[in-house]
């Protein structure tokens, strides 16, 4: 399915991340991946990278500095003459922004929150804006859907929601340049970023609870799947979305009652 394909994947930082397993599946399906890591994790990033088929670069790049945008542009056209994907698997949020009360999280992580996790979409976007081919490229970001307020997550999903709405706004001007971009709203998975999250668990037993399809919390390869599915030309139609990955939680109005209860 994406054989020949040139796709930069970052956010790698474990095996157990939503941006390996699908590195590992898009290696599977054809294409040829490259990775990205925070300078500060590259040891893991590259441990991780070990595990997957063939000798994988792993690029430094800090979402929130200004310059690593144009670096990363650069290093990728040194390898490659195009660039086809890209995952945008970035986020985060310091503590006191996604729990406790909402309005006790101190500005300046609110805006740390916002540059890691929300504008570093666009300034992967422009990334492949620049190196796509004349046939168009996709651009995938790892979303958790924002349509609700949770118990927990708080300035973070103040910040899915912005995401969602740059996905719209780089959907309407990148698409003439045949450069589609979407998300995939992934349920709640057991990765590194996950065990920052208070109240995870409660995440978990919702899921258990609501979600019409048996949800496994340890598998990402369904989440990995649809991103691929995204990159691939069978999705050339597809821009401005938000596919839900879930187990059909986010169409649930109500916890489905157990049988006989």
């Known amino acids: 399915m994406l054989n020949g394909k040139h796709i930069l994947v970052t956010g790698v930082v474990t095996t157990d991340s939503i941006a390996f397993a699908v590195a590992r599946r898009a290696q599977q399906l054809g294409a040829e991946v490259l990775l990205?890591?925070?300078p500060r994790d590259l040891d893991r990033a590259r441990a991780a990278a070990a595990q997957l088929t063939g000798d994988i670069d792993v690029i430094p790049f800090d979402?929130?500095?200004?310059?690593d945008a144009a670096r990363l542009t650069a290093t990728i056209a040194e390898r490659w003459e195009r660039l086809d994907g890209a995952l945008h698997a970035i986020a985060f949020a310091p503590a006191d922004a996604l729990a406790g009360p909402l309005l006790n999280?101190?500005?300046e992580g609110i805006g740390l929150a916002f540059q890691t996790s929300t504008v570093s979409l666009a300034a992967l976007a422009a990334a492949v804006n620049r190196l796509a081919p004349p046939s168009g490229a996709s651009l995938v970001g790892l979303d958790f859907d924002a349509g609700a307020a949770w118990p927990v997550y708080n300035?973070?999903?103040?910040?899915?929601?912005g995401l969602e709405s740059l996905n719209r706004y780089l959907a309407r001007d990148l698409g003439p340049a045949g450069?589609?971009?979407n998300l995939v709203a992934a349920g709640p998975i057991h990765t590194r970023a996950a065990t920052g999250i208070p109240g995870f668990e409660a995440l978990l037993d919702a899921w258990a609870t609501r979600s019409p399809l048996r949800w496994d919390p340890a598998d990402s390869t369904p989440v990995a799947d649809a991103v691929c599915f995204l990159f691939?030309?069978?999705a050339r139609a597809i821009t401005g979305e938000i596919l839900h990955v879930d187990g059909g939680y986010h169409a649930m109005a109500a916890p489905l009652r157990q049988q006989g209860s």
């Open 155 to 161: 300035w973070m999903g103040v910040c899915k929601a």
């Open 105 to 107: 999280a101190r500005p």
């Open 36 to 38: 990205t890591g925070l």
């Open 232 to 234: 691939s030309d069978l």
């Open 63 to 67: 979402a929130t500095a200004s310059d």
């Open 179 to 181: 450069i589609r971009v």
